[in-house]
């Protein structure tokens, strides 16, 4: 129900977008999010979205950087990642929370996309 794409390998200072695109039960959903989970590390909250009005969270160590966006017609949301740092290297997972609060908190996130690598060399 989220088919999450976009990730792949590159050198720091470079650029990837990620896209998720949401079907079925994940159209009732508030918030859509990226986390990314480095190996051997916890799963980190990255940067969220409000389907309805749009508004942002983003994590400290990204926001400048990263950029979320969301597409509705299409039901798509966008992760556009610049001046990558190897310590963006990680699986990005995207997930929709139906909840009204708390976007940055994966334990409110329902839906769960399969992941995509990000390798970001130095």
């Known amino acids: 129900q989220l088919q999450a794409c976009g990730g792949g390998l590159v050198q720091a200072g470079g650029s990837l977008r990620l896209s998720c695109t949401a079907s079925?039960?994940?159209?009732?959903?508030?918030?859509m999010g990226w986390f990314r989970q480095a190996p051997g590390k916890e799963r980190e909250f990255v940067a969220a979205?409000?389907?309805?009005?749009?508004?942002?969270y983003y994590a400290n160590s990204v926001r400048g950087r990263f950029t979320i966006s969301r597409d509705n017609a299409k039901n798509t949301v966008y992760l556009q990642m610049n001046s990558l740092k190897p310590e963006d290297t990680g699986v990005y997972y995207c997930?929709?929370?139906?909840?009204?609060?708390?976007?940055?908190?994966?334990?409110?996130?329902?839906?769960w996309g399969q992941g995509t690598l990000v390798t970001v060399s130095s």
């Open positions: 079925g039960s994940t159209f009732s959903s508030n918030y």
């Open positions: 997930a929709a929370s139906i909840r009204v609060d708390l976007p940055r908190d994966f334990r409110t996130y329902k839906y």
């Open positions: 979205i409000s389907w309805s009005t749009g508004g942002t």
